[in-house]
Nanobody
Framework: QVQLVESGGGLVQPGGSLRLSCTAS????????MGWYRQAPGKQRELVAS???????NYADSVKGRFTISRDNTKNTVYLQMNSLKPEDTAVYYC?????????WGQGTQVTVSS
């Protein structure tokens, strides 16, 4: 079973930036499309960005132009660069594959945008 570890979250002021990382326990990410998801309190988990095995990317409208997803298969890691952060971006952020059968969800990394 693949274990996912997300990191890089924190407290940031509106307009600030953060870079999230997601590393898998096995050298497997290169074979999968990967996504970054987030879950805010009281809301369902939502997909915010995805990257295919050929590095084609897609974004939710709410983050388009502000977030950038990327991958480094040599490091078995997927990144999410988040710029121009807004209070509504506050959530726990997770990564997982884009397939129907998800790996076990990691602990996620908390992102809080507040002044």
């Amino acid at each position: 079973q693949v274990q996912l570890v997300e990191s890089g979250g924190g407290l940031v002021q509106p307009g600030g930036s953060l870079r999230l990382s997601c590393t898998a326990s096995r050298s497997i990410l290169s074979f999968y499309g990967m996504g970054w998801y987030r879950q805010a309190p009281g809301k369902q988990r939502e997909l915010v960005a995805s990257i295919s095995v050929t590095s084609n990317t897609n974004y939710a409208d709410s983050v388009k132009g502000r977030f950038t997803i990327s991958r480094d298969n040599t490091k078995n890691t997927v990144y999410l660069q988040m710029n121009s952060l807004k209070p509504e971006d506050t959530a726990v952020y997770y990564c997982n594959n884009m397939g129907i059968t998800k790996w076990n969800w990691g602990q996620g990394t908390q992102v809080t945008v507040s002044s």
